[in-house]
Every structure is written in C-alpha cells, then in structure tokens.
C-alpha cells in the first residue's frame, strides 16, 4: 500500500482542517474495511436515525458508545471467561471491535440500548435556527415620477 504525506495541504488551506483530517483518515485505512460486527442504518423520522450493530455474546459493560465531535465510537471489549469450556462448535464470534461511523455536522447521539443481542444507537440531527433556510420577503420599492421644470 501506498502512504501520502498530506503536511503541505495543511498549511495551505485554511477553514479545511476537518476535510483534510478525513482524507488523512481515508489514505490510512485498511484497503479492505472490517465488516465486523454487522450494522444496520435506519431513519426513524424526519430527523431521526438508528444505529443496529449485531453484539450477541457483549454485555453491558463490555460495550462502550462515545461521540468525538463528529465521529460516533463503538468498541466492545470481552472480558476473559474462566470458566472451563469445551465447545464442540464455536460459531458466536465475540471478539474485540472497535467501529467508527462519521457523522455528519449537527448530529449527536441521543440514547444507546441493548437488548436481544443488538445493540441500538439513536440519532438526531439539530441544525441551529440561524442555518436554517429561511424565506425572504421581497418588499415593493416605491416608485419616484420625475417632475419636470417647466421654464
């Protein structure tokens, strides 16, 4: 794999640090992405949206949810069982993750459930009054006759 400095791009552009962040991001990655654990992305309403990531054999606490700005962190960590076992087939895959979603501008997390082996990561997106669109009223502009001066 090839590695790109992306240095000079910093210092040349200035209010884009978080698009040259990303395309650092992109150039670092695994050419092939993890598609471990599986997930899926639903919009529940309007502004609404919900995160599914398939967790069986994770408890609670072995589950971790953080927002970073705008990017959302799902990291599952499983905690060594003493007990003795033998399993005759092992087919619950419940090694350690870390997931990364990007999130986009005005979007938090708003509630992280788990049940039924799937964990559920709610969404909303709340863009400020002052970036919403909002419609202009276009005002008659009087109109001014020119007199004449009669001589």
Same mark, same amino acid.
């Not at 978080?18 to 309403?45: C, F, G």
């Not at 009054?129 to 006759?145: F, H, V």
């Given at each position: 794999?090839?590695?790109?400095? =992306?240095?000079?791009?910093?210092?040349?552009?200035?209010?884009?640090?978080?698009?040259? *962040?990303? /395309?650092?991001?992109?150039?670092?990655? *695994?050419?092939?992405?993890?598609?471990?654990?599986?997930?899926?992305? !639903?919009?529940?309403?309007?502004?609404?949206? &919900?995160?599914?990531?398939?967790?069986?054999?994770?408890?609670?606490?072995? =589950?971790?949810? @953080?927002?970073? %700005?705008? %990017?959302?962190?799902?990291?599952?960590?499983?905690? &060594?069982? @003493? #007990?003795?076992?033998?399993? /005759?087939? &092992?087919?619950?895959?419940?090694?350690?993750?870390?997931?990364?979603?990007? =999130?986009? *501008?005005?979007?938090?997390?708003?509630?992280?459930?788990?049940?039924?082996?799937? /964990?559920?990561?709610? /969404?909303?997106? @709340?863009?400020?009054?002052? =970036?919403?669109?909002?419609?202009? !009223?276009?005002?008659?502009?009087?109109?001014?006759?020119? %007199?004449? @001066?009669? #001589?």
């Amino acid at each position: 794999m090839r590695t790109y400095d =992306l240095s000079p791009l910093y210092r040349a552009t200035v209010g884009f640090d978080r698009m040259a *962040d990303l /395309l650092d991001r992109v150039m670092t990655q *695994d050419s092939a992405p993890s598609t471990y654990p599986p997930y899926n992305i !639903e919009k529940t309403a309007e502004d609404a949206y &919900r995160i599914s990531i398939a967790v069986a054999g994770f408890t609670d606490a072995e =589950l971790s949810v @953080e927002q970073r %700005e705008t %990017e959302l962190v799902v990291t599952a960590r499983k905690e &060594r069982d @003493e #007990a003795d076992r033998t399993y /005759l087939h &092992r087919g619950i895959a419940t090694r350690a993750f870390e997931k990364r979603f990007q =999130l986009a *501008d005005h979007v938090r997390v708003t509630g992280a459930s788990h049940e039924n082996g799937m /964990l559920h990561v709610d /969404l909303v997106r @709340e863009v400020p009054e002052a =970036l919403k669109p909002r419609q202009i !009223e276009i005002s008659r502009a009087g109109t001014k006759a020119i %007199e004449a @001066e009669t #001589a």
